[in-house]
């Protein structure tokens, strides 16, 4: 059976930063995709970043680009979010899913994804 643990959320002040963990088992690590997404009181959860297992094509939404990393360690079947420079603004809960049919244009659907771990809360104060 395939499941995801998302770790690393915390309370930090704006301007820092946490690494999110995503481990993964029961899927071939060559042949999937995980993407980030998170979400907060009254609003849909929204698609954060994916990368794709077999060629490490990534995707990030536009208010992360430069501040967030995505990035894989087959050896230890782990799935990492890098957020640096935090802001109140990216608090939410965050969840790592993983499909191994997705298409590329569904990287920041959350109906593409099939398997999902349980969320991590990232609270950025200011």
């Known amino acids: 059976d395939v499941q995801l643990q998302a770790s690393g959320g915390g309370l930090v002040q704006a301007g820092g930063s946490l690494r999110l963990s995503c481990a993964v088992s029961?899927?071939?690590?060559?042949?999937?995709?995980v993407g980030w997404f998170r979400q907060v009181p009254g609003k849909k959860r929204e698609g954060v970043s994916c990368i794709s297992s077999n060629n490490g094509r990534t995707y990030y939404k536009d208010a992360v680009k430069g501040r967030f990393t995505i990035s894989t360690d087959h050896a230890k079947n782990m799935v990492y979010l890098q957020m640096n420079n935090l802001k109140p603004e990216d608090t939410a809960v965050y969840s790592c899913?993983?499909?191994?049919?997705?298409?590329?244009?569904?990287?920041?659907?959350?109906?593409?994804?099939?398997?999902w771990g349980q969320g991590t809360l990232v609270t950025v104060s200011s």
């Open positions: 029961g899927l071939s690590f060559d042949d999937y995709a």
């Open positions: 899913a993983a499909s191994d049919t997705m298409i590329w244009s569904n990287r920041a659907n959350e109906d593409g994804y099939r398997y």
